[in-house]
């Protein structure tokens, strides 16, 4: 399973992004997908969760400013990210479980860099 994850870059504070995160392979199904970000110096941190019923959770720092959302058909989960801080600035990483023939498995995105300038 190949995860390709796009629309990182550099934005005003205020200012909106939207991350996409495409699942490829000989994949079942998806189970949960999410996003997660570390910043410098920091550990890596949940932002969005969605499971594949389409139930979400956030971050409370995210709440009211992100959205996550998916296209099972696609395979893809997105986050929308609005009204970004510069404590938003971090690389995000995409995060899925896929059910695959040999069993339910993990997997990580390469990473999209998220700058947000004050």
């Known amino acids: 399973v190949q995860l390709q994850a796009s629309g990182g870059g550099l934005v005003q504070a205020g200012g909106s992004l939207r991350l996409s995160c495409a699942a490829s392979?000989?994949?079942?199904?998806?189970?949960?997908m999410g996003w997660y970000r570390q910043a410098p110096g920091k550990q890596r941190e949940l932002v969005a969760r969605i499971s594949s019923g389409g139930s979400t959770n956030y971050a409370d720092s995210v709440k009211g400013r992100f959205t996550i959302s998916r296209d099972n058909a696609k395979n893809t989960v997105y986050l929308q990210m609005n009204s970004l801080k510069p404590e938003d600035k971090a690389v995000y990483y995409c995060n899925v479980r896929a059910l695959l023939w040999s069993g339910l498995k993990e997997y990580w995105g390469q990473g999209t860099q998220v700058t947000v300038s004050s």
């Open positions: 392979g000989s994949i079942i199904s998806l189970n949960n």
